[in-house]
């Protein structure tokens, strides 16, 4: 019994530290504020989503760039030549994954914006701040995964120049 | 004589049973799609949506540029220079959007909702 009531309590208590978006409370002049701003929150909403949007697709497209016209060729180009990399094979296969999170982290993301612009900020301002602090931890999820295909591009780019190196040191 | 009745009655069952099919398969396969344009998150992306016209094009110009490397020939020291231009080219590009996901858009600042007095504050 002791055993069953202490797993659940580490259980609950590991949940609650985890949690990332744990509600707080807004004291009463923020959520007037909220009350009041309400038209002009949602229209900077609009605006953050129709930008958020507009960059995915052009990142999106960048990215589908460098692993399909670049990196992808230039790995069969190796192979062809018996010069295969695994490193530059393991840098495409990092790319490929990340771009996958970098898609799902996106599509999250917009979900719960939606949701935000739906939320009544008028008469619920701290069920509508609790939604925002949801959306922000998404946001930065996708600036994460930005970040993370960032390195591994950077990593592709120091691997060529050290194959460049090699070539001229007739290796 | 009495299937010769019973014909033109028969077949107007069945053709409400057509109707009433192929509406619940066309109702079915549109729900269906929804849910899939909805779950891959493609609804997002579509910008023929309402409201989703754009007044600024200048991504959509440097998009329709793709950089290509050929996955024939042979690997020389000129070759790799022409594929670190190309890649140069497209890591500039996604260096210059960098910033678009910061979180300043969404902070309590940018929404006017900021409490100066010691209050609860949660921006980020």
Same mark, same amino acid.
């Given at each position: 019994m002791r055993k069953t009531f202490a797993l659940v309590s580490a259980v609950v208590l590991?949940?609650?530290?985890?949690?990332?978006?744990s509600a707080?409370?807004?004291?009463?002049e923020q959520k007037g504020l909220i009350s009041a701003n309400c038209s002009s929150i949602k229209m900077q909403?609009?605006?953050?989503?129709?930008?958020g949007s507009k960059s995915r697709q052009h990142l999106g497209a960048q990215y589908e760039s460098i692993l399909t016209n670049l990196i992808m060729n230039l790995n069969l180009r190796l192979v062809k030549n018996?010069?295969?990399s695994s490193e530059i094979a393991e840098q495409q296969n990092r790319l490929s994954s990340e771009r996958e999170t970098f898609k799902r982290s996106f599509t999250e993301y917009s979900r719960e914006l939606e949701s935000l612009k739906n939320s009544d900020c008028k008469s619920?301002?701290?069920?509508?701040?609790?939604?925002?602090?949801?959306v922000r931890d998404k946001r930065n999820e996708i600036s994460d995964s930005m970040q993370r295909i960032r390195e591994i591009i950077g990593q592709h780019r120091e691997s060529v120049v050290k194959l460049q190196e090699e070539l001229r040191d007739g290796r | 004589m009495a299937d010769s009745q019973n014909k033109p009655i028969r077949g107007r069952r069945n053709l409400i049973i057509?109707?009433?099919?192929? %509406?619940? #398969?066309?109702?079915?396969?549109?729900v269906a799609s929804l849910q899939i344009y909805r779950a891959t998150g493609d609804i997002y992306l579509d910008?023929?949506?309402? %409201?989703? #016209?754009f007044d600024d094009e200048k991504h959509s110009e440097e998009d329709d540029q793709k950089e290509s490397f050929s996955n024939e020939g042979e690997i020389t020291v000129e070759s790799l220079d022409e594929y670190l231009k190309e890649l140069?080219?497209?890591?500039?590009?996604v260096d210059d959007s960098a910033n678009d996901y910061s979180p300043e858009p969404l902070s309590d600042d940018s929404l006017g909702i900021s409490v100066d007095n010691g209050e609860f504050r949660d921006d980020i």
């Open positions: 590991t949940a609650t530290m985890v949690n990332p978006v707080k409370t807004l004291g009463e909403l609009k605006t953050v989503e129709k930008y018996n010069r295969a619920d301002p701290q069920q509508f701040y609790d939604k925002l602090r949801t | 057509l109707a009433a099919g192929s %509406g619940f #398969i066309a109702l079915a396969t549109t910008r023929s949506r309402p %409201g989703y #016209i140069d080219t497209v890591i500039k590009r």
